[in-house]
């Protein structure tokens, strides 16, 4: 299994307070990604990263922010948690080479309920 | 911007027939496509993927994709199903660009006995 991993596995937590999710990858991979999976929408990407202090936005990133300091480790933060971002959370890792872009290697997933 | 279309949310099949499962993609330049399998509560584990190579990918388990640029299409099959293929099925897209990787709305495989 690729070396990536998701901490914490499950958190609850109130509403209005903040929250990290941390990814951490041992495979020096350069792209790294957060994506929430929430029953009838699949997985869709919440911030993505191409390189060390390097981000951008996915299609649902608004209350989200993402920080990358150093190229194993992916901090997804909300500033303050809502009801509606109870989900599970999905962190990802892809590099790139000559055919273009690797598959990606998930993690096990958050489970985040906000109450 | 690339984009990828899963053409039905759920198929269902009886043990022991074929499985298609449909995807159509969007893309300006030549795209990295794969195919993902999650099981209840469980991860995404890659079944196959397409980097430029042979058009005809063959993954895990049976399943076989075939890349057809005229139809922008990555359909996914296997010749016969089994009960331990019912799972949510993914069709990703890397954008050529940026390195996103994009997901279909998945596929519910339900397998019949």
């Known amino acids: 299994d690729a070396g990536i991993t998701q901490s914490p596995r499950h958190k609850v937590t109130e509403t209005g307070t903040p929250v990290t999710l941390r990814c951490h990858q041992t495979?020096?991979?350069?792209?790294m990604y957060w994506y929430r999976q929430d029953p009838g929408h699949g997985l869709r990407l919440i911030h993505y990263?191409?390189?060390?202090?390097?981000?951008d936005k996915g299609e649902v990133s608004d209350g989200y922010s993402v920080s990358r300091s150093k190229t194993e480790d992916f901090l997804l933060t909300l500033e303050s948690a809502t009801s509606s971002q109870t989900s599970v959370y999905f962190c990802?890792?892809?590099?790139?080479?000559?055919?273009?872009?690797?598959?990606?290697?998930f993690g096990q997933g958050t489970r985040l309920t906000v109450v | 911007a690339q984009s990828v279309t899963q053409l039905d949310s759920h198929v269902s099949v009886s043990e022991g027939t074929p499985v298609l499962l449909r995807c159509n993609y969007s893309?300006?330049?030549?795209?990295?496509l794969f195919w993902y399998v999650q099981h209840p509560n469980k991860g995404l584990q890659l079944l196959l993927k397409?980097?430029?190579?042979?058009?005809l990918v063959k993954g895990i388990n049976g399943f076989e994709a075939e890349f057809k640029k005229s139809e922008t299409s990555f359909h996914l099959t296997k010749p016969s199903a089994h009960m331990s293929d019912a799972a949510e099925y993914f069709c990703?897209?890397?954008?050529?660009?940026?390195?996103?990787?994009?997901f279909g709305q998945g596929t519910t495989l339900q397998v019949k006995p």
């Open positions: 990802a890792i892809s590099d790139r080479n000559y055919r273009g872009y690797t598959e990606a290697f």
């Open positions: 495979e020096n991979h350069r792209y």
């Open positions: 990263s191409y390189g060390v202090k390097d981000t």
């Open positions: 893309s300006s330049y030549s795209p990295s």
């Open positions: 397409y980097t430029s190579a042979a058009t």
């Open positions: 990703v897209v890397s954008d050529s660009n940026t390195g996103k990787l994009i």
